[in-house]
């Protein structure tokens, strides 16, 4: 059974640079022709795709967020990493880190922004 679990502060001060790890069990995050995503849902908003890394360690980024965002990983942890930078209030949402293809999902992290 493949887990998703998303840990990191759930508060960060403006300008500041959020930082996330998921980490993946039942599966590896190197398994050919997966892609490891993270998204996130602001309050009241829909989700927003945000950036992936790849079973290759390719990585592919909303464009929207190109400029501020970059996703790592750690394969001998069997992790991978979001961190959003200069971030403001607009950024508080509920970051969630998944397998879309094959339909894996972590439970959520809260990331409220404030000084």
């Known amino acids: 059974q493949v887990r998703l679990q998303e840990s990191g502060p759930g508060l960060v001060k403006p300008s500041q640079m959020l930082s996330l790890t998921c980490t993946v069990s039942?599966?590896?995050?190197?398994?050919?022709?997966?892609?490891w995503s993270w998204i996130r849902q602001p309050p009241g908003k829909g989700m927003e795709w945000m950036g992936a890394?790849?079973?290759?360690?390719?990585?592919y980024y909303n464009p929207s967020l190109k400029s501020r965002t970059v996703v790592t990983r750690d394969t001998a942890k069997n992790q991978f990493f979001l961190q959003l930078s200069s971030v403001t209030p607009e950024d508080a949402a509920v970051f969630y880190c998944?397998?879309?293809?094959?339909?894996?999902w972590g439970r959520g992290a809260q990331v409220t922004v404030s000084s």
């Open positions: 039942g599966d590896s995050i190197t398994t050919n022709g997966f892609a």
């Open positions: 998944a397998n879309l293809k094959g339909g894996y």
């Open positions: 890394i790849a079973y290759d360690g390719s990585t």
